[in-house]
């Protein structure tokens, strides 16, 4: 949520920051804006609108240059997104510039004392209180990093801040309390970001910021302390992708190029999972078998696409480990007081490693003594930082704002965890286990087999581009299927989309059938529990009777399910528990044209950012 970006070097600082705008505007796309420190001032132009609107200002009335900026994409939480609302803040003497991510929640009180010295705010946010308080602070001693320190110290809430100042030529500085930031290094200029997409275009060399810390930018070096003033230990590490990974490729959307990108990034996931010996190792794991074998339940926490994720993990786990399984919202978890212990195990999904839901959640279940194990996709971001064991997806950068190649490494990794649970606890066989990875490791080439087929379901979405409702059926890891489906229409295509339990419809959403309304119905492989099957196809020939046009995805071989289908998608046959990996994939296509056909914006989707860092 809200991008950040600062700069100080020897480049235009305008178009570094711009660039890096540009790469980041999936975190937040309502307003923008920039600032940079020229000829012993500091100038600002911002705009609300997309980045393309900020640019034709530039345009229009051009900043002078200067080697050290800010820049800011937004996702707005107080204030709509105006010009004035528009990041960066400046004081009343216009001489601090402020961006900033995450709330502050004691804004108010803030504000009012301010107000009280004479301070004029204008705008209706809670960072504009940042620049007047850090402007006193300047003016009180002198220096940025120090004023930000003081400022820090009086703020509640969670909160980025990058900072710079007109009496402080050739410095950028940075805060971060739960929020990101990351620092990027390069030869005689430094950078700051929300996320390394912004500077890997300049450099590979990041380091990590802690919580309560602030860094000082400068061209010959950084510095990082504590918001106590003392020094802090500084983690350095390579970024492992380039600049072209975080580029279209050709493709018309970001969007598009993920979803064709998921047949490397399941096999990326598998990479290096087996050991020489035939076991299966995690990334990093700070949780002892022996701990393992003591856990009595697994409880999952995630939002989103990511909970979907999570709720198709519980069959697996449940199944594999015979271990109890339960699936949580990150954002009602830690609120119901959930029963939680040193023997329970959390397991936090998380694509970008900052929802702060799920974040808060992990922190409530560590607060219980149980051990967290964090399946993300971003490196050195604050879930798996802050969990006891982590095993990263290799989905690479995922940019569009919905979720597609991180949601099936996702499915990877809890079908590995599976297993490792399995592995430790002895409630799975070694060839038992490496049979299963086979069939993982034939996926990738499965997804592919899909990906080539989906001329016909994109036709199919065209046609629907009018409807008002489609709903979604599964049963047994369909019905997660069904669910994400749902949400990928919703906010892509902003239609009615719900995804229901098949056997749940005739107690009640049946009524929502109607003539010629789209039902997608996921069918489990017959091969698999042969009573789900033929439950299923009964429950679609009780849609079709009252009406509904019926879209099947049915694996290959399926023939039970052609009399009933009035558009038939067909997905390579599977092992029952894995269908999802290959049935979610035309439901993505689907989705994304179906938008593209309502004429939405496929990558940035209205009101939604990719990383939520606010609960
Ligand atoms: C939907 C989508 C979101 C995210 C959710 C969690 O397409 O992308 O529902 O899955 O916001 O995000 P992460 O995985 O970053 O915690």
Redesign the pocket.
Known sequence: MCGIVGYVGSQSALDVVMAGLKRLEYRGYDSAGVAVLADGGLAAAKKAGKLVNLEKALVEGPLPTGSTGVGHTRWATHGGPTDGNAHPHLDNAGRVAVVHNGIIENFAVLRAELAERGHELTSETDTEVVAHLLAEEFSATGDLAEAMRLVCRRLEGAFTLVAVHADAPDLVVGARRNSPLVVGVGEGEAFLASDVAAFIAHTRSAIELGQDQVVELRRDGVTVTGFDGRPAEVRSYHVDWDASAAEKGGYDYFMLKEIAEQPKAVADTLLGRIDPSGSLTLDEVRISPQELREVDKVVIV??????HAGLIAKYAIEHWTRMPCEVELASEFRYRDPILDGRSLVIA???????MD?LMALRHAREQGSKVLAICNTNGSTIPRESDAVLYTHAGPEVA???TK??LTQLVACYLVALYLGQVRGTKWGDEIQAVIRDLSRISEEVDRVLETMEPVRALARTLAAKDTVLFLGRHVGYPVALEGA??LK?LAYMHAEGFAAGELKHGPIALIEEDLPVVVVVPSPRGRSVLHDKIVSNIQEIRARGARTIVIAEEGDEAVVPYADHLIRIPATPTLLQPLVATVPLQVFACELATARGNEVDQPRNLA???TVE
């Open positions: 995630a939002c989103g696409t990511a909970f999904i998380s694509q970008s490693g900052e929802t799920t704002v919905a979720s991180a949601f949400l990928k906010e990719k990383s939520v």
